[in-house]
């Protein structure tokens, strides 16, 4: 890491204002622009960085959003929207007859949504430009450096190399991540299956059921129905293993489908094809110093379970608010190793799940595939196993260690709760504060615990003071009798809890909690600290 004067470039000129930010974003994949659009919210100045020309679109292969992305997607109001334009499956066949009923969930969004990626990142995009962000298409990085204050990010743009600088940089630039590479992470893995090919394509046919897919052994294919007359389809065969770069022809889409599927559908009006090989690779430190990486540029995996994209979003959610309470100084740095300390073993489990997927539909041998058949019918007669599984691939059973000691409930997701006044609690998360459940009427500690605004406003709307607009805290109650109290985190985990019935065993462990986790109570303690 070298060091140098901050707010400088190479031969000591100050960064001009308009390439200075509080966080740098590299890659605006959905990944990239939910968490620019976090960090804008929450009051602070964000760059975001794209090597594609404005207008480009990107398209990519993702297609399914879980029910754990759409509650983050509610939490910043975007998810009815996306749900609208889309195609709720309730229920999912997978290979050899295997069943999951996304309606057992016990959340608000009781499907899996089939929808073309770039409608997500529509909507994220949208949010983010109305946030602040400073977008800057056309910007190919090309190194970085790091000191003791920031990092400083070398980009070629049309207009020659110029250096943007942050106090943080997060690369969320893809399986390709230059952010990665200049750091020096290594991304050991392998590939798992190779020349799979993706088209968006017109059916005659309808598929009798939304998603559906299918593998004998030599092939494997997979529907996926986005509601407006298009399909996604995915095939593959053993025998069929070519370079990437050689075209997609109709006439192939058309064997895997009836190799796998045993029908074409119709298939006809391809409107998008790709060729690639999917890896199963991961990062082993995701921070390095002052920079990030987050998505595919710290994880990669088969598309098997659909689990690619929504993984890189609960990321995003995971170090947003993370970034913004450091850079507010309501936490000290050392709260951003928690973002490894979660997500790696997340994207861990992701890997071992969509891998066991891949291999189970390759599996070639009778005595393997009936194996799988006979797995299937387990899962489909056992509906613990069957809701445990579908609990991990749609996200809603992930939960972070909270130590020892801590409430049961620390860690773990907190359900869309019905509070008093007819709000929902992803409605009381929109303003990315914590968010503070308690009984009705029950008071909190005056000197840590007052939902105050982090500084007045001015005529616009913006904090006077310099500070985080709107509530770092918010304050609310159960619509019931309930006593636990509950402190829930800006991306929906549970940060503490407490059943205790004394008052005042209530109040302490409270103010603690508040003091550790929102900053409350920091502020007065470092002015009274002064000389």
Avoid: C
Avoid at 347 to 365: D, E, I, W
């Amino acid at each position: 890491m070298r060091h140098r004067t901050p707010g400088t470039t190479d031969d000591l000129t100050p960064v001009p204002a308009d390439r200075t930010a509080d966080v740098i974003v590299v890659g605006a994949g959905p990944t990239g622009l939910l968490l620019a659009g976090d960090l804008a919210v929450a009051g602070l100045r964000v760059t975001l960085l794209e090597r594609r020309a404005p207008g480009i679109s990107n398209l990519t292969r993702a297609l399914a959003v879980h029910a754990r992305s759409l509650e983050q997607l509610d939490a910043r109001g975007l998810a009815d929207e996306l749900v609208a334009g889309g195609h709720a499956l309730p229920r999912v066949q997978l290979f050899s007859g295997a069943v999951l009923e996304p309606a057992r969930l016990p959340t608000r969004f009781p499907f899996v949504l089939i929808t073309p990626q770039y409608e997500v990142e529509r909507l994220l995009e949208r949010r983010a430009q109305k946030a602040g962000v400073t977008f800057r298409y056309g910007a190919r990085v090309t190194g970085l450096d790091q000191d003791a204050d920031g990092v400083d990010v070398h980009v070629q743009e049309e207009g020659g190399a110029t250096t943007y600088r942050a106090a943080y940089l997060v690369g969320t630039d893809g399986v390709h991540s230059t952010v990665r590479e200049a750091l020096g992470l290594p991304f050991p893995g392998r590939s798992v299956v190779r020349s799979v090919v993706l088209a968006d394509v017109r059916l005659d046919q309808q598929p009798a059921v939304p998603l559906v897919a299918n593998a004998n052994g030599d092939a494997f294919a997979l529907i996926g129905d986005f509601g407006d007359g298009w399909y996604r389809v995915i095939g593959w065969d053993r025998h069929r293993q070519i370079p990437e770069d050689t075209p997609v022809e109709e006439d192939e889409i058309r064997a895997y489908m009836r190799l796998a599927l045993g029908s074409d559908y119709g298939m006809h009006d391809v409107r998008w094809t790709s060729r690639f090989h999917s890896d199963e690779r991961q990062v082993p430190r995701y921070r390095v110093g002052r920079a990030f990486v987050a998505g595919d540029a710290a994880h990669v995996h088969s598309p098997a379970g659909g689990q690619g994209m929504n993984t890189g979003l609960q990321d995003a959610a995971n170090l947003s608010w993370k970034l913004a309470a450091v850079l507010r100084g309501d936490a000290p740095d050392s709260l951003l190793d928690s973002y490894h300390t979660e997500r790696h073993p997340v994207g861990r489990t992701v890997l071992r799940s969509s891998g066991a997927l891949v291999r189970s539909a390759q599996l070639r041998t009778p005595p393997l595939r009936a194996l799988r058949a006979v797995s299937a019918q387990v899962l489909n007669h056992v509906p613990p196993l069957a809701d445990r599984v579908l609990a991990m691939i749609s996200g809603i059973g992930i939960s972070y260690a909270a130590g020892r000691g801590a409430h049961p409930l620390a860690g773990k997701r907190a359900p869309d709760l019905r509070l008093a006044g007819g709000t929902r609690l992803h409605e009381a998360l929109r303003d990315g504060a914590f968010v503070l459940v308690t009984p009705e009427g029950e008071k909190v500690p005056g000197d840590v615990g007052e939902t105050v605004p982090t500084g007045r406003t001015d005529a616009a709307g913006a904090p006077a003071d310099g500070s985080a607009p709107g509530p770092r805290l918010v304050r609310a109650a159960w619509d019931s009798d309930r006593r636990t109290a509950l402190l829930v985190r800006p991306d929906g985990y549970i940060a503490w809890a407490t059943d205790a019935a004394d008052p005042e065993v209530r109040a302490e462990s409270l103010r603690g909690a508040l003091v550790r986790w929102t900053g409350a109570g920091r502020a007065a303690a470092r002015t009274a600290a002064r000389p």
